[in-house]
Nanobody, 117 residues
Framework: QVQLVESGGGLVQPGGSLRLSCAAS??????????MGWYRQAPGKQRELVAG???????NYADSVKGRFTISRDNAKKMVYLQMNSLKPEDTADYYC?????????WGQGTQVTVSS
């Protein structure tokens, strides 16, 4: 059984920052082997990839967040983070942590981010 638990969401003013965290656990879960990602889903919209980090540490970002968001991982702690700066109202969404390895694909329950004045 693999569990992904997100935290760090909340209400922030435009231009502000938040840091999301995702804690991974599971008796057979070898975290370092997994590609990790942050996705988001706004009301009425499809879930989209925000940022990804491979098992080797390569990163990729959605064009809309490049230069503002940074994804990182700590394999020893089985954690993945999303540092979000210069937040905009359009960043408002539920943010989900994802872990992928071969055919395995796991999701967290999500954390809500609201950017509003």
């Amino acid at each position: 059984q693999v569990q992904l638990v997100e935290s760090g969401g909340g209400l922030v003013q435009p231009g502000g920052s938040l840091r999301l965290s995702c804690a991974a656990s599971g008796s057979i879960f070898i975290f370092r082997n997994y590609d990790m990602g942050w996705y988001r889903q706004a009301p009425g919209k499809q879930r989209e990839l925000v940022a990804g980090i491979t098992s080797g540490g390569s990163t990729n970002y959605a064009d809309s967040v490049k230069g503002r968001f940074t994804i990182s991982r700590d394999n020893a702690k089985k954690m993945v983070y999303l540092q979000m700066n210069s937040l905009k109202p359009e960043d408002t969404a539920d943010y989900y942590c994802n872990a992928q390895y071969v055919e395995a694909n796991y999701w967290g329950q999500g954390t809500q981010v609201t950017v509003s004045s």
